[in-house]
């Protein structure tokens, strides 16, 4: 089996996130009272999927502005671990934040 380059999971990254897009039919609710739950996305991550149509919102103030639907990340770190073997999408979610993880940690 070839190994991946980062570059490739990154591709994979890309594919992924743009499939669960497609498959989240439900409209977005990210802002204002009830919003649904959202993540903010670490800088590798941002860099990663710049230029991928990804519905967010944007709330001015301190810290990350950006907010993105989380059924999306996690609907496609899903799809990763299952064609990967494990999840370059990991979350920590005391911060409501989606990063990308090396294999290894």
Request: proline share 6%; aromatic share 8%.
């Given at each position: 089996?070839k ?7 990154n591709?994979e ?17 990210l802002?204002g ?7 903010t ?19 001015s103030g ?11 990340f996690?609907r ?5 671990k299952?064609?990967?073997g ?9 911060e ?6 090396d294999r290894?940690?």
């Open positions: 089996m190994t991946l380059t980062d570059k490739d999971i591709a990254i890309r594919s992924a996130i743009s499939s669960a897009i497609e498959e989240e039919t439900e409209p977005f609710n802002s009272r009830g919003h649904e739950p959202r993540v996305l670490c800088l590798r991550l941002a860099a990663i999927i710049r230029g991928v149509e990804i519905p967010c919102v944007y709330i301190y810290g990350a502005n950006c907010h993105y639907p989380e059924r999306v996690r496609a770190a899903k799809t990763l299952r064609k990967l494990w999840e370059p999408i990991q979350f920590l979610s005391w409501s934040k989606a990063y990308r993880a290894d940690s």
